[in-house]
């Protein structure tokens, strides 16, 4: 990619723009009492010379061939705001007057509702990941493009970062540029003091390619970008700054990491940087301006040919049924924006049809979960329709923090996981994710979906591949058999039409009501069909969207008096109590009675599991008997 070459005269012009930036970054963190000023202000001259240099188009910010820039270190809001205002993006005096206050697109960490802002960070580390997967997804879009990743020093002991700089260098993301503002001072005092670590040494070890420059000299700054960019792999530029740039009392002063000045040091600063204290009118601009609004990110739109669902008539896993599934959409798709992650599971999950049609686009990311949830979304939010799958414990339990940033990020992520719940059986309690809906519930824009069968799977699959937003379809790691309707016919067959949020009706009944989710189906319909036996008929509805419950089988379900839960997940986080709530906010009266896992359980056979936790059919119809 070819980069803007600087004159002097420009890099005179960027001078005079730092100094100008520095003012406003201290502006607005005496106004809002708070912020990151030191970090900041070491950041501005390189962040506002790969400003002037990139392909960005300040008029255009959400333009389709334009460079990234990310923040990993998202604490220098200030100085994002200040040098972006600067460069046109927005209103310099808004970004002041509004920083950190109540509403303002401004926030104390960067968010993408402000104009060049493209990745909402906070928690640290988590950048380069993000960096990879629009790298990623670049290079499937064949846009031409580099990446600038902007991380502090104190960052670099994130285990993450080192996962993130493996895989740049496994795919030749040689696009990516990163700058590590090395100040060696975090909140707490030196690096060195606080975790030491030799980070040019541990990029040097990945096949980096390192440049060490002095930070705040614009022609070394401005030579180390060209040289980044001509190079053969992907690099990162440890840029030697000072804490507080170009103000003497808070030079290489790690208080003023995390601590704004009072109005009074604000004047000593101001006069030192060769501006007045106009703070009073940002005062008055705080209590008056218009709050800016968000800027909008472009959304994907999928139009995937989804093909024809498979038919299932024996006992067959849905791991097997999602790994089909996928694979034929490959297939019908050739070369399109459609993408699959692995960490070292592919057997498990199923994924290996996927990479035989579409080798391309099927990375395998080792077993390095933080990075892959991150990376994926990133690569979803550019565009590509990004399937994560995993086991439950590593893709929801182990990433949690990563996918609740993913959806503050807005982005398009489809996470599917198998072997959750104590279906999963020998592998023992470490590996039986029984909270996935309880912990992925918590984030409010993921639908969530939990199939019954093979046969529903594969709808679900083809239904999910043409939607946009975050998506958990999660499944046990067993064979069942297929789900059949009270005349023994398949009741997911090929004419069947997966609804998100539609509860599946599958026994009448007017004493009872069961209302299951994902693999405890079968079990569940085993139960009702004993208990018919003995004269007792109980309503069985299939869940598939616990969180967004079907309000008018639950009116159905309610009308008989009783509604039994039954899910193999934490019995106090689940789909029962999904249920309760529901129950309370449509007034609906009924009893309520709860089957789930009670605590963590033992290592065996899954149905011996069951059978152990009192969750096994003949368990179930006991209780039930004896409730009735």
């Known amino acids: 990619m070819s980069m803007r070459k600087l004159e002097q005269n420009d890099l005179n012009e960027i001078h005079a723009l730092s100094q100008k930036a520095r003012a406003a970054i201290l502006k607005m963190t005496t106004l809002a009492a708070s912020g990151h000023p030191g970090g900041s202000m070491s950041t501005i001259d390189y962040l506002l010379t790969v400003l002037h240099m990139a392909n960005i188009d300040p008029s255009q910010p959400r333009k389709e061939d334009r460079d990234l820039i990310l923040f990993s270190h998202g604490h220098v809001s200030p100085a994002a705001y200040a040098a972006l205002g600067i460069m046109g993006y927005f209103d310099l005096d808004k970004a002041i007057a509004q920083f950190r206050m109540t509403g303002s697109i401004f926030e104390g960490h960067v968010e993408p509702g402000v104009p060049g802002i ?177 800027s909008t990110y472009p959304q994907p739109k999928f139009n995937f040919d989804t093909g024809k669902p498979f038919q299932y008539d024996e006992k067959i896993d849905n791991r097997s049924a999602w790994g089909n599934a996928i694979a034929d959409i490959a297939k019908l798709n050739p070369n399109s924006n459609l993408a699959v992650l692995d960490n070292d599971l592919q057997g498990s999950l199923k994924t290996k049809k996927f990479e035989a049609e579409m080798p391309q686009n099927f990375f395998e990311c080792g077993i390095m979960e933080h990075h892959t949830a991150t990376m994926a979304g990133a690569m979803s939010k550019a565009g590509i329709q990004t399937f994560f799958p995993g086991f439950g414990v590593f893709a929801i339990d182990e990433t949690y923090n990563m996918h609740r940033l993913n959806d503050i990020n807005h982005t398009n992520l489809k996470i599917v996981t198998t072997h959750v719940g104590l279906d999963v059986g020998e592998d023992g309690k470490t590996h039986q994710c029984i909270d996935y809906l309880g912990v992925m519930k918590n984030l409010f824009h993921f639908h969530i979906i939990i199939p019954a069968d093979a046969n529903q799977t594969d709808h679900i699959v083809r239904y999910v591949a043409n939607q946009k937003g975050n998506y958990l379809i999660s499944m046990g790691r067993s064979k069942y058999p297929q789900i059949k309707n009270a005349a023994g016919e ?102 309520l009675f709860k089957f789930g896992v009670e605590d963590y359980s033992f290592s065996g056979k899954s149905a011996e599991v069951f059978q152990k936790c009192g969750l096994d059919t003949d368990s179930v119809y006991q209780k039930i008997k004896e409730l009735m």
């Open 118 to 294: 493209e990745w909402a960070s906070g928690n640290l580390g988590q950048g380069l990941s993000a960096a990879c997967g629009f790298a990623l997804a670049s290079r499937i879009q064949k846009i031409e493009r580099n990446i600038f990743v902007l991380m502090g020093d104190g960052e670099q002991q994130k285990g993450q970062l080192s996962e993130a700089r493996r895989f740049a260098v496994k795919y030749n993301l040689n696009n990516i540029i990163g700058f590590i503002d090395y100040n060696k001072l975090q909140i707490s005092g030196n690096i060195e003091r606080i975790m030491p670590q030799n980070i040019k040494a541990e990029y040097e070890a990945d096949d980096w390619y390192v440049l060490e420059i002095d930070g705040h000299d614009l022609q070394q700054i401005h030579k180390a970008i060209l040289e980044a960019d001509a190079a053969a792999r992907p690099t990162v530029i440890l840029a030697r700054t000072k804490m507080g740039k170009g103000v003497s009392f808070m030079e290489n002063k790690a208080q003023y990491h995390g601590a704004a000045l009072t109005e009074e040091q604000l004047t000593q600063a101001l006069h030192e940087l060769g501006f007045e204290n106009d703070l009073n009118k940002y005062k008055q601009l705080r209590t008056i301006a218009e709050l800016e609004k968000p």
């Open 490 to 591: 398949i009741y997911y067959n090929q004419d069947y039409k997966f609804e998100y949020g539609k509860a599946d009706q599958l026994r009448e009944g007017q004493q009872a009501a069961i209302l299951v989710m994902g693999t405890m189906t079968t079990r569940a319909l085993q139960v009702a069909d004993k208990l018919r036996e003995d004269g007792i008929e109980l309503q069985v509805w299939h869940i598939s969207a616990p969180i967004h419950l079907d309000e008018a089988a639950l009116k159905t379900a309610a009308a008989t008096g009783t509604i039994f839960t039954y899910e193999d997940h934490n019995v106090n986080t689940g789909l029962g109590n999904c249920v309760a709530d529901k129950l309370v906010q449509m007034n609906l009266q009924c009893k």
